[in-house]
């Protein structure tokens, strides 16, 4: 970095400080962020910053549960895949397990001023199975496929009715989208055109959890005040300000310098020499079961050749990237489902072998090579580097790679529609649970590898109605096979979660989904 791009930053950090310090009121969490905040209607998020807007401002009918950080294997409390009650207090299963009756909390009131009802579960499913999404996939997941399924038994009970039983029913509905829309007040912003308020909701915020929106400035910042009237108490936090701070440079600054208590998105690069053994300042890194991954469109040419997708992932360089893109914050992943959730397999072949890779590529009839784009988002470091990484790696087997930097609006875009030829992606899985991940490789949202195989859609939808355990495992082991033999996407490595505030910040939880929940917290 020279003097004038050092001068540039001091002056950004010192203009950010002034900005922090208007209008603070009460005990208020400084977070910065690296860039805005895709659309946070709780049905259509795919990005961790609008996820975690929708986590901390909505509420569901269950929550994940919490691991005390005495009984967690790490240095914090843990979310578990283990839910308890959030809007509903309690629920019981008929004995075929396929009947759920919920008893919603009594006396819990909207920001709106509307009381909770059954009512509001009821429109919530509907609009969940009328708007395209990862709403609607995590509803036909949960086999709700029908409003016909859901009965509003009086004004605080409410019941679904299954096909068959279900092992991820509860636990798909503690994720964020499953988070309960306050119904009256977003019928007022709906149309004949958008009969679920979803334009509304995209930058909007009517429901019942710790935080409500007080201001959102697009590219600027998003405030968060707590909910005087919350059912599970106010936050100690009065108000959570996020700061969008596009450079990284700025964004460590900030936290050195104790002008924010968190800095999100920051590389394991700039941890590892900025913050790491810095007085003032916590690292909390904890290892995940999130999968950062390099996906090929198999139905395009020339991916749609089996032998070519295994030669790109024997020519993939998976140690040198943990080692010198993480850091060592990481490791690499060798199967669908991640080390640290059950029934985890050490399936995949592919170690690095450029003598295999371009025996394959012969084989392949590629001898000379070819030539495809790898896109990625524009605004995601690690990323970069990964690519680059890859372009030099494939550049030994004659592979040359075209790398495409993407803004985050028009990377949604491609990856849903699929008009693309390579991507990379860092997928979360919500739920910490071997079934869940694998349906997600399968999904028509989130399949991009775009490599089907019937065998494996079968397998899982046996293994989501399955209750023998000896018998569901026997189907996870199966499907990881399928998809590792398939190779529609390099598995690269589970990159730890890293977390970096001050360190007079207090009750930070670490949760699968990797969203910070502010309710937990104090300073």
């Not at 086999?143 to 679904?160: G, L, N, P, R, Y």
């Not at 590219?219 to 707590?226: D, G, K, S």
């Not at 669908?336 to 399936?347: A, G, K, N, Q, S």
């Not at 993407?406 to 990377?411: M, P």
Request: proline letters at 6%; hydrophobic letters at 40%.
């Amino acid at each position: 970095m020279n003097r004038r791009q050092s001068y540039q930053i001091v002056l950004v950090a010192m203009s950010c400080v002034l900005l922090f310090a208007c209008g603070a009121v009460g005990k208020d969490l400084l977070v910065a962020l690296g860039g805005d905040v895709e659309g946070w209607d709780p049905v259509t998020e795919v990005f961790y910053a609008a996820g975690e807007i929708v986590r901390n401002c909505y509420d569901n009918i269950v929550n994940f549960s919490v691991m005390g950080a005495e009984e967690s294997p790490y240095e914090v409390p843990v979310g578990q895949i283990q839910v308890e009650g959030g809007l509903a207090e309690s629920w019981e299963w008929s004995e075929d397990g396929t009947v759920i009756t919920f008893h919603l909390r009594e006396g819990v009131v909207f920001p709106s001023g509307n009381p909770l009802t059954a009512e509001d579960i009821r429109w919530n499913v509907e609009r969940g199975l009328n708007l395209p999404g990862g709403g609607l996939w995590s509803w036909n997941v949960m086999a709700v496929t029908s409003m016909d399924q859901i009965a509003v038994i009086d004004e605080h009970t409410v019941q679904f009715t299954l096909p068959q039983p279900n092992s991820l029913f509860l636990p798909m509905y503690a994720v964020e989208t499953k988070a309960v829309v306050d119904s009256a007040e977003a019928k007022k912003h709906a149309t004949a055109e958008d009969p679920y308020a979803h334009e509304w909701l995209l930058t909007n915020v009517a429901s019942t959890g710790a935080y409500h929106l007080e201001r959102y400035s697009p590219a600027e910042e998003i405030v968060l005040a707590a909910n005087e009237d919350y059912w599970g108490g106010k936050p100690a936090i009065d108000r959570v300000v996020y700061k969008i701070i596009p450079a990284e440079e700025t964004r460590v600054l900030l936290l050195k310098n104790g002008d924010v208590d968190i800095s999100l998105f920051i590389s394991p690069e700039q941890v590892q020499k900025q913050l790491v053994d810095q007085t003032g300042i916590r690292v909390v890194n904890v290892p995940t079961p999130g999968c950062e991954y390099f996906a090929v469109n198999s139905e395009m040419e020339p991916f749609d050749n089996l032998l070519v997708r295994r030669a790109l992932a024997y020519a993939t360089p998976y140690d040198d990237i943990i080692e010198n893109v993480l850091y060592g914050f990481g490791v690499r992943a060798t199967s669908p489902v991640p080390l640290m959730t059950p029934w985890h397999r050490d399936v995949s072949p592919y170690n690095y072998n450029i003598a295999k890779a371009r025996e394959l590529l012969e084989l392949a009839g590629y001898p000379d090579g070819f030539e495809f784009t790898l896109s990625y988002r524009l605004d995601n470091p690690v990323e970069e580097a990964i690519a680059i990484y890859l372009q030099d790696a494939y550049a030994d087997i004659g592979v040359d790679l075209i790398i495409d930097k993407v803004a985050a609006s028009r990377f949604s875009q491609i990856r849903r529609t699929g008009e693309y030829q390579s991507i990379l992606v860092y997928f979360i899985p919500y739920v910490n649970s071997p079934i869940y991940m694998l349906n997600i490789y399968d999904s028509p949202t989130a399949n991009y590898g775009r490599y089907w195989n019937q065998d494996f859609s079968n397998l899982k939808l046996k293994a989501i109605v399955e209750l023998d355990l000896e018998k569901q495992q026997g189907m996870v082991n199966a499907m990881q096979q399928i998809l590792i033999d398939g190779c529609g996407i390099v598995f690269l490595h589970h990159p730890n979660r890293i977390t970096c505030m001050r360190d007079d910040v207090s009750g930070y939880v670490y949760f699968p989904d990797h969203l910070i929940r502010y309710k937990y917290m104090d300073k």
